[in-house]
């Protein structure tokens, strides 16, 4: 059974960089792919980033040369690196297993303008 947590969240201004890490436990981790999503009050949740097992990475038209997802199997852990942040990145972002359907508790990621 996979579990995930996150954690890096907080303040930062406009143009900063955060970096966002998602703990999973689980033998399988190493064989799935691990995504990113965002979610704002009010608005649906949305699609951030995506990395396979094999490392191939897809990121929503937004955050592109902005974000950087990556892997580390030999820790669990899959990363998000956040440069030049925007106020509309402001949002829960949440770790998700997409083929077990897990989900994190989220972190919450604030940019001031």
């Known amino acids: 059974q996979v579990q995930v947590v996150e954690s890096g969240g907080g303040l930062v201004q406009a143009g900063g960089s955060l970096r966002l890490t998602c703990a999973a436990s689980g033998s399988v981790f190493r064989d799935t792919a691990v995504a990113w999503h965002r979610q704002t009050t009010g608005k649906e949740r949305e699609f951030v980033a995506i990395v396979t097992s094999g490392g191939i990475t897809n990121y929503r038209d937004s955050v592109k040369g902005r974000f950087t997802i990556s892997r580390d199997n030999a820790k669990n852990t899959v990363t998000l690196q956040m440069n030049t942040l925007k106020p509309e990145d402001t949002a829960v972002y949440y770790c998700?297993?997409?083929?077990?359907?897990?989900w994190g508790q989220g972190t919450q990621v604030t940019v001031s303008s």
């Open positions: 998700n297993v997409p083929e077990y359907n897990r």
